[in-house]
């Protein structure tokens, strides 16, 4: 049972504030190094704010979705699975985090999008988020060749039993994700014997 003194709202602020902070960062120091007229730096300028503004443009977008107000986009599959899969390519540059989502339809878009999220934080060197389901229950599983991230995996299975992790903003997606689901009276569980996935029944 979550912790009903936790303010969910403060932790989602922080997290997004967390994650958005270091691309606006890139992004001011390349607009101040292009006010510069330096043309020695003008191609990485450039890298660097289309790189910044792709970033920011699909976590917003996520984040809006995930954490914001009903909207008719999380009915709709299609924009749930392309949104989604272009937040996981934002998380990691260098190696990738691909989002392969099989279900047709969901009526909990927004709890799945909260998942992968949270599956994504296990992915250390790259993987895939996937998400398929059964009759019982939606499935939304890491996988990687490399080693997933064990501290996180525990973290995670202390929130699901009431605990408090260190740094509890990080893990502000799964709060907010127990709490919906509560709501909904749904059963958020978490395997972690081959691999990591959260299961929504």
């Known amino acids: 049972m979550m912790d009903e003194t936790i303010n969910i709202s403060e932790l989602i602020c922080t997290r997004i504030s967390h994650d958005l902070i270091g691309n606006i960062g890139a992004f ?21 704010l289309k790189t910044s503004s792709e970033v920011l443009t699909a976590r917003l977008k996520f984040f809006r979705m995930a954490f914001g107000l009903t909207n008719a986009n999380l009915e709709n599959i299609e924009i749930v699975k ?36 949270c599956a994504a934080e296990t992915i250390v060197r ?3 988020v996937k998400v398929s389901s059964t009759r019982q229950a939606v499935i939304i599983s890491a996988i990687s060749e490399s080693p997933l991230a064990k ?51």
């Open 82 to 117: 392309k949104v989604t899969a272009d937040y996981l390519q934002t998380l990691n540059l260098h190696h990738p985090i691909e989002a392969d989502i099989k279900i047709i339809n969901s009526p909990f878009n927004r709890a799945i999008m909260l998942a992968c999220m």
């Open 151 to 201: 501290g996180k995996m525990a973290d995670m299975q202390t929130v699901l039993e009431g605990g408090i992790p260190e740094n509890i903003s990080q893990y502000a997606p799964l709060y907010y994700l127990q709490k919906i689901l509560n709501e909904q009276n749904r059963k958020l569980t978490i395997n972690v014997l081959s691999g990591f996935s959260l299961l929504i029944s």
């Open 126 to 128: 790259g993987g895939i």
């Open 28 to 48: 001011a120091n390349a607009v101040e190094l292009l006010e510069d007229d330096d043309d020695d730096f003008m191609d990485d300028i450039k890298n660097t």
